[in-house]
């Protein structure tokens, strides 16, 4: 069974920092890219981030640049999203999901996908 377990999220003061992690089980972790998008009410759903690690590629969105990290942990199956100098306009739930890479093509097509954790940022 394929499972990708989002956590980390919750509620944060604008300016402050999470770290999401998504744990990556069912799936050789190499033959994915891992993508974190957010959903907000009333806003498009937008690709934050990726990692692929087969040719070490990564993607922020241009909103996120300069404040959001992502980075893996093969040995854990993990992917982590750092996030600081968080804004209120940040506030979404957050989703991983496996896709085939970070080009811009493929962000949107996923193949599995978690339930999502909270980010909460208040002004």
């Known amino acids: 069974e394929v499972q990708l377990v989002e956590s980390g999220g919750g509620l944060v003061q604008a300016g402050g920092s999470l770290r999401l992690s998504c744990e990556v089980s069912g799936i050789t972790f190499d033959d994915y890219a891992i993508v974190w998008f957010r959903e907000a009410p009333g806003k498009e759903r937008l690709g934050v981030s990726c990692v692929d690690d087969s040719d070490g590629s990564t993607y922020y969105a241009d909103s996120v640049k300069g404040r959001f990290t992502i980075s893996s942990d093969n040995a854990k199956n993990t992917v982590y999203l750092q996030m600081n100098s968080l804004k209120p306009e940040d506030t979404a739930a957050y989703h991983c999901?496996?896709?085939?890479?970070?080009?811009?093509?493929?962000?949107?097509?996923?193949?599995?996908w978690g339930q999502g954790t909270q980010v909460t940022v208040s002004s």
């Open positions: 999901a496996a896709v085939f890479s970070c080009h811009t093509d493929y962000l949107y097509e996923y193949d599995y």
